[in-house]
């Protein structure tokens, strides 16, 4: 007989989990089984869930958790500014000036502190399907990770640009930059509210967008390398957040201490990279 390493299954503990150790998770799991866990998409695979009940589950401890972190004051403002350096570095990273980004992200944030903005904004996200007003659901789910998964199957226009050899690196991007523009044109152009949050979104998506693009599709090799990186620090905090194993589903503050560590640590970590001189 071989006697098994009990570390070999320590992978597997987030699948079968020892439910009174996670009362949190437990009563969220109640809250499935009778009235429901709204979703906009199942990101089970993504963030290493065994089963779609356990992200359902997870999803709504994680939901009261960033609730908890951002009604303290200095949480939220240490939520802005490190959402604010990262974005502008890496623009000066990818040299560009962030001035109209900065001016952009002030206005979003003035936007989405104003209490009587929060009906149209609730109106505006829930069209596109976002079932909560959290940062879960609005910033980590419909913009960082759609913007990541629309990166992975660009539109044609965009796709045309970069394939095209006849084309010089600097036009590529010019022109890649300009492809992005209009596309993003085109939705504004749609939107029902011309003020609303959405398009403070455009806004910084316009200085945002084509830099993400020339960095995933484009041929700077360094840039590239940079993105990744961010990337997979990015789903390594999805990960994090959502495993048994990097945070405590005990307590909604309990599990909000637990997040807040693995953020400072992923932003760290990015803000690091960042500094590098290329």
């Known amino acids: 007989w071989q006697v098994a390493d009990l570390k070999e299954f320590e992978e597997f503990s987030d699948y079968f989990p020892d439910l009174e150790a996670h009362p949190l998770y437990q009563a969220a799991l109640r809250q499935l089984e009778n009235g429901g866990i709204p979703c906009r998409t199942l990101r089970t695979e993504v963030v290493k869930c065994g089963c779609d009940g356990e992200y359902l589950a997870k999803l709504h401890c994680l939901r009261l958790a960033f609730q908890l972190l951002l009604r303290d004051p200095v949480h939220y403002i240490w939520f802005a500014d490190a959402g604010r350096q990262i974005l502008a570095d890496l623009m000066l990273h990818a040299d560009k000036d962030p001035k109209d980004f900065l001016i952009g992200y002030e206005e979003i944030l003035q936007y989405i502190q104003d209490p009587k903005q929060w009906r149209d904004m609730e109106e505006e996200l829930s069209t596109r399907g976002v079932k909560a007003l959290t940062f879960y659901d609005v910033v980590l789910d419909y913009i960082l990770m759609d913007a990541f998964e629309d990166l992975e199957s660009p539109p044609s226009s965009v796709m045309a640009v970069i394939q095209n050899r006849w084309l010089s690196k600097g036009f590529k991007e010019t ?21 609303g949050f959405m398009a403070h979104f455009y806004t910084l998506s316009e200085q945002l967008s084509p830099l993400l693009a020339w960095g995933f599709l484009g041929s700077d090799e360094s840039l590239r390398d940079t993105c990744v990186y961010f990337k997979e620090q990015f789903m390594g905090f999805l990960a994090d957040i959502f495993s048994f194993q990097k945070c405590r589903f005990v307590t909604v503050e309990d599990l909000a201490a637990d997040v807040l560590t693995n953020l400072r640590i992923r932003v760290r970590n990015i803000c690091q990279r960042l500094c590098v001189p290329t």
């Open 175 to 195: 022109a890649l930059t300009t492809a992005v523009w209009s596309v993003l044109k085109a939705k504004r152009r749609r939107l029902r509210f011309p003020n």
